[in-house]
């Protein structure tokens, strides 16, 4: 089976830009989530998805959104960039089940450069 | 926050076994110990989990103590590449990253 897969690998961007985000997961997993990672801050949870609808969300501002789509391929974008949203974007993928086993499979992340 | 609590940094001889120990001292009945590692930027790698029962897989062996407050990741031969930030994770949903136990094998 494919893993997740992310594109694109590596963005780079202007303040108050936008950007989207994409994540295919693996085939059969209709859950994706969605983390942030910085030198700063580590890995934060920053939302999940499940049959396209948002199942969880993490503490962050309104200008990150996300959404899913019927096939289970799920975007993230982020509107007026500041310097600060620079991370690795990461997306994982699950079955989905309710409860704690579910095991999460990540994919290889998109690096964005904010300047 | 974090529910579990992980040394920062070890070192362990190419070969060797590298234990990696875990304190998750308020986890719940229904939550799974997950054990995921990172090499520098890529995606974390998901290695093992379990309930309260010991795992083994063909990466590693997971063995969670008999009151589950603790367990302890065990790469039974380490090798160079096994250098890699690994994070232990209650499983609740969504996953809780600590800043996880970055291991250092040396040859």
């Known amino acids: 089976k494919a893993g997740v897969t992310q594109t694109p690998r590596y963005l780079i961007k202007t303040r108050g830009q936008q950007v989207t985000l994409s994540c295919s997961p693996i085939?059969?997993?209709?859950?994706v989530s969605w983390y942030q990672q910085t030198p700063g801050q580590g890995l934060q949870f920053l939302f999940e998805?499940?049959?396209?609808?948002?199942?969880n969300k993490g503490n962050f501002p309104g200008r990150f959104s996300g959404r899913q789509f019927s096939n289970s391929r799920s975007e993230m974008n982020v509107s007026t960039l500041e310097l600060g949203d620079s991370a690795l974007y990461l997306c994982?993928?699950?079955?989905?089940?309710?409860?704690?086993?579910?095991?999460?499979?990540f994919g290889p992340g998109t690096r964005l450069t904010v300047l | 926050d974090a529910k579990t609590t992980q040394p920062t940094s070890m070192d362990c001889a190419e070969g060797r076994a590298a234990n990696l120990p875990c304190n998750h001292s308020?986890?719940?009945?229904?939550?799974?110990v997950y054990w995921y590692r990172q090499i520098h930027s890529q995606g974390p790698q998901y290695i093992i989990h379990?309930?309260?029962n010991n795992e083994t897989n063909e990466m590693a062996s997971l063995i969670i103590t008999e009151d589950r407050k603790s367990s302890t990741l065990i790469l039974p031969h380490a090798t160079l590449r096994d250098t890699a930030v690994y994070y232990c994770?209650?499983?609740?949903?969504?996953?809780?990253f600590g800043q996880g136990t970055e291991l250092s094998v040396k040859p």
């Open positions: 994982a993928s699950s079955l989905g089940y309710r409860g704690s086993e579910d095991t999460q499979y």
């Open positions: 085939s059969g997993h209709r859950s």
């Open positions: 998805y499940f049959s396209e609808t948002q199942r």
């Open positions: 308020t986890i719940s009945g229904n939550e799974y």
């Open positions: 379990g309930l309260k």
């Open positions: 994770i209650v499983q609740g949903g969504k996953l809780i």
